[in-house]
């Protein structure tokens, strides 16, 4: 069983940065993936970023390429999204998850998932 939650959400102007964390707890971090996904009102979740175990790997939605970059510290049982460049189509409540299964952009293959954190672009 793992538990994630997510801080760094606020409110930013348009090209502004914000750095979302996910600290997961519990019996174990080992072996797994970890990814980012976003949900906007009345719009369905959506993935933002994907990272592996060993960090070798990334993943991002198109939409983010060159702006966000996702990492994670083992030792630390933390993962993070830098976010930069904001826009107001980035306003969501943005969403830590946790798989140990094969899964990049597939939410349904997430196991574990936090509460979210609100991210708010203004214009």
């Known amino acids: 069983q793992v538990q994630l939650a997510e801080s760094g959400g606020g409110l930013v102007q348009v090209g502004g940065s914000l750095r979302l964390s996910c600290a997961a707890s519990?019996?174990?971090?080992?072996?797994?993936?970890m990814a980012w996904f976003r949900q906007a009102p009345g719009k369905a979740r959506e993935f933002v970023a994907a990272?592996?175990?060993?960090?070798?790997?990334?993943y991002y939605a198109n939409s983010v390429k060159g702006r966000f970059t996702i990492s994670r510290d083992n030792a630390k049982y933390t993962s993070s999204l830098q976010m930069n460049s904001l826009k107001p189509e980035d306003t969501a409540l943005y969403y830590c998850?946790?798989?140990?299964?094969?899964?990049?952009?597939?939410?349904?293959?997430?196991?574990?998932w936090g509460q979210g954190t609100q991210v708010t672009v203004s214009s």
């Open positions: 990272i592996t175990w060993s960090g070798g790997s990334t």
């Open positions: 519990g019996r174990t971090f080992s072996g797994y993936r």
């Open positions: 998850a946790a798989t140990r299964n094969f899964a990049v952009h597939t939410a349904e293959r997430y196991d574990y």
